[in-house]
């Protein structure tokens, strides 16, 4: 028989809970609204404190300066086909992993090499993040800066017959410093979105105009929908006459999967016969080209690098022929949206294009073989369809350079009153210490000198979600405990109905199952930093300049807490991610296509182009 209860329930100790439980709360939900099912088209709304935490560089600096102090890197060098360590002249390791052009076939090539270094994380697929320093091995001249409009009251009248003005105040709605450059080379009418700097100012180019203050440049791409491939037609005997169809027993298909190079073809030329179509929102432009008498290489491919990130002159040749032709008949589409606002009144349509500009220039790049064909005496050689650019012109000598205004930094000798704190280095080689400032205000502070060149500043790139705002998934088997997969994407967010528009990630939609990028364009045209950026730079020497955008109280406590524990963890990652050897080309790939300024069409082309 049981116990009769007293009625008042049960007055076990045991189910009574102890004070400091029951006064506990429950787990404690960020404040702002997070969906519980985040699908794509779910959005995150943070609070206004949450997102300024985010978007402080602050943190970034600290963990950058931590890693700094740890020497928390791993340096890459270079690897012979035996992996052995290459040495360099003094025979120290080769520190130079790769040498190439930026610009490559445009007629503007300017020679870059690469070094890296390797970070562990727990956070990637491949337990590792690159960081890559694209170093220019020459300093092009961009023009000269003649005047800096930052004035965001002024009105500034420009040019003559017909004179026009600059409104300060429009510029600083749309978040833009603009400068007159005189003398200005052509070069910089292929390097939007690059890094251009003087001698301590440097900033993100956004636009050009010409002299009208008219756009000096247009782009159009290719649409997915229909792709172009390009067709190039060789004689047949001198292909069966070479000693890699030789060694495959006669058989052409063994050229399937190899590149094919038009010597990275790319032409700058007048406008004349080109087909200009008129749209409502875009206009297009239709070219029909077939050149004979080109020269033609196949090339192998053993590295399973795509072609637009190595030199392509340092790859071995399977044939070549002076006697090639070839067809390429794209479309290309420019949307108006993007250019209209400096014509103001005027309605932009594809005749007044047409009228603006004088030139333009595409490119083939070397391309992926996908069949062959024998055709009489002759061997058709067609590429994997491509998403292509086109870039039209409206050339003049003086151009006004257009700069987001959150882009800017300065660069300065760290020296304080003249006096330099750091250890004297060797009085032949002296490398001094430089002083990094990212905190700059276009509008308030001085930037850009007038009188001085500008040029193409060297810049470091990182393969880490939070530089490129992409996350890059090559599923891992198992994580390091050898059991679980792990979803290494929980910590980033799903692209949402907030991502870019269909235009700017027409590419990148391509390779969706590899990338996914919530980059925004206020993040792709400023100065991109991440902790393991800024490591690198202190150890060039260069100090990056602690931020002034502070994360709240509350966070900086909790972050000081948590960095301890999480260097702790790092270092024992550390260990288990270097032992894996192979550098992983995706991410490899993706951080040099950053380096090389690559659009998005031409860095998903080149992660499509990659075999994994
Ligand atoms: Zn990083």
């Known amino acids: 028989m049981s ?16 004070v400091e439980k029951s006064l506990k709360p429950g787990k404690v939900g960020a404040p702002g609204i997070y969906p519980s099912d985040r699908r794509f088209g779910s959005s995150v709304t943070r609070t206004v404190i949450q997102q300024y935490d985010i978007e402080s560089n602050w943190a970034k600096w600290r963990k950058g300066v931590e890693f700094f102090y740890n020497a928390y890197w791993y340096t890459l060098y270079k690897k012979d086909t035996n992996g052995d360590v290459v040495l360099d002249g003094n025979g120290n390791k080769e520190t130079v992993l790769i040498d190439s052009k930026l610009y490559q076939g445009t007629g503007y090539e300017i020679d870059v090499k690469f070094s890296g270094w390797r970070f562990s994380s727990q956070s990637t697929d491949t337990s590792n993040h690159y960081v890559i320093k694209r170093t220019n091995t020459q300093t092009p001249n961009l023009g000269i800066i003649s005047q800096v409009y930052n004035d965001s009251s002024a009105t500034y009248t420009v040019g003559s017959n017909p004179t026009r003005t600059i409104s300060g105040a429009s510029n600083y709605s749309h978040k833009e410093i603009w400068i007159k450059s005189t003398n200005s080379s052509d070069l910089v009418l292929y390097s939007i979105g690059e890094r251009i700097r003087d001698s301590s100012t440097e900033a993100t180019l956004k636009n050009v105009l010409n002299d009208q203050l008219h756009p000096a440049i247009y782009l159009g791409k290719t649409s997915t929908k229909k792709k172009p491939t390009v067709k190039v037609t060789v004689p047949l005997s001198t292909v069966l006459a070479t000693d890699f169809i030789a060694a495959n027993d006669g058989d052409v298909q063994s050229l399937i999967g190899q590149i094919g190079s038009l010597g990275a073809y790319s032409k700058e030329t007048a406008i004349t016969s080109e087909t200009f179509t ?30 637009a990130v190595l030199d392509i002159s340092s790859m071995s040749k399977l044939y070549e022929s002076s006697a090639a032709s070839f067809n390429f008949n794209p479309t290309y589409t420019f949307s108006k949206q993007y250019y209209q606002r400096f014509f103001g009144d005027q309605y932009l349509t594809a005749g007044l294009a047409e009228d603006e500009c004088n030139k333009y220039s595409y490119s083939i790049m070397p391309f992926v073989i996908n069949s062959v064909l024998v055709v009489g005496n002759n061997l058709e050689i067609t590429s994997i369809p491509f998403e292509a650019n086109i870039k039209l012109f409206s050339d003049t000598a003086d ?5 987001t205004d959150h882009s800017f930094t300065i660069k300065s000798l760290d020296t304080y009153n003249g006096v330099d704190y750091h250890t004297p280095g060797d009085p032949a080689n002296p490398n001094p210490w430089y002083r990094l400032d990212t905190d700059v205000d276009p509008w308030m502070d001085e930037v850009f000198t007038s009188g001085q060149n500008l040029t193409i500043a060297d810049v470091y790139c990182c393969s880490c979600p939070n530089f490129s705002n992409t996350i890059i998934r090559v599923p ?17 967010p799903l692209p949402t109905a907030m991502s870019k528009i269909d235009f700017q990630n027409e590419g990148l939609s391509e390779v969706a199952g ?27 020497n260069l100090k990056v300049k602690e931020p002034n955008t502070y994360p709240s109280l ?20 550390r260990n288990n991610s ?35």
């Open 3 to 18: 116990r009769k209860q007293n009625g008042f329930g049960n007055f076990k100790v045991s189910s009574v809970k102890s």
């Open 278 to 307: 008129d749209h409502n929102y875009d206009f297009d432009i239709t070219l029909d080209v077939t050149e004979n008498n080109q020269t033609f290489q196949i090339l192998d491919n053993p590295l399973n690098l795509p072609p």
């Open 399 to 403: 151009r006004y350079f257009i700069f």
């Open 476 to 492: 891992e088997q198992t994580a390091n405990d050898g059991k679980k997969i792990n979803n290494r994407q929980y910590r980033y």
């Open 514 to 540: 590899i990338v996914q990028s919530w980059e925004t364009f206020k993040q792709r045209t400023g100065f991109k930093l991440c902790k393991h950026t800024i490591a690198i730079m202190f150890n060039d």
């Open 554 to 573: 509350d966070t900086r406590l909790n972050f000081e807490a948590n960095l301890e524990k999480s260097m702790e963890e790092n270092w024992s990652q």
């Open 578 to 612: 270097f032992k894996r050897t192979a550098l992983t080309n995706m991410e490899l790939v993706y951080t040099l296509a950053e380096g090389l300024n690559l659009d998005e069409v031409e860095t998903a082309s080149v992660l499509l182009e990659t075999k994994f």
